[in-house]
T-cell receptor, first 116, second 114 residues
């Protein structure tokens, strides 16, 4: 069985602060994929990144960066110089197992509030 | 934009009534999914489809059925709605590029069962 834990339920920061959202996953499969999605107040789910289990390189996209560490089963997401527009619920998700169904197991989400 | 629409976007119904939610895609994706989102649970998979008339259960399938008679439409039916099925329902498609694939989501349907 797969499991994703996002222990931080809610985080509040002041604009321009850096913030890290934690994600810890569990799976017995050696091949798996990790994802982050953003859900702004408008409610849609926005895909941010996919990482496969064979690629532990960190990734940076503008103010966003992701740190994947298999040794600790973590896939953390950092926002540098946060902005009010970053306020949203962020979900980490895992896809693992044999077959090609790509079913996602989601964490419970972290609500990020960025204030001026 | 992955070309996914959901209808209706909002619905209020009464306990015991049947409800059908529709997911429509325009890009001929093979895989489609239904998830529900509830506070404290994130999103959980209800059912998914891997082709016309090919469906399988997800984590929380009890009380739900699905049908896919054509590639572009994936229907989720609550045969007899209960208050515990009040939720936001998201449809998703799987988009594949080479060896990678991601799921993209529709706008969601907010269902209230009174």
């Amino acid at each position: 069985a797969q499991k994703v834990t996002q222990a931080q339920t809610e985080i509040s920061v002041v604009e321009k602060e850096d913030v890290t959202l934690d994600c810890v996953y569990e799976t017995r499969d050696t091949t798996y994929y990790l994802f982050w999605y953003k859900q702004p107040p408008s409610g849609e789910l926005v895909f941010l990144i996919r990482r496969n289990s064979f690629d532990e390189q960190n990734e940076i996209s503008g103010r966003y960066s992701w740190n994947f560490q298999k040794s600790t089963s973590s896939f953390n997401f950092t926002i540098t110089a946060s902005q009010v527009v970053d306020s949203a619920v962020y979900f980490c998700a895992l896809s693992a197992g044999s077959g090609t169904a790509s079913k996602l197991t989601f964490g419970t989400g972290t609500r990020l509030q960025v204030t001026l | 934009d992955a070309g996914i629409t959901q209808s209706p976007r909002h619905k209020v119904t009464e306990t015991g009534t049947p409800v059908t939610l529709r997911c429509h895609q325009t890009e001929n994706h093979r895989y489609m999914y239904w998830y529900r989102q509830d506070p404290g649970h994130g999103l959980r998979l209800i059912h998914y489809s891997y082709g016309v008339k090919d469906t399988d259960k997800g984590e929380v399938s009890d009380g739900y059925s699905v049908s896919r008679s054509k590639t572009e439409d994936f229907l989720l039916t609550l045969e007899s709605a209960t208050s515990s099925q009040t939720s936001v329902y998201f449809c998703a498609i799987r988009q594949t590029s080479g060896s990678s694939s991601e799921q993209f989501f529709g706008p969601g349907t907010r269902l209230t069962v009174l």
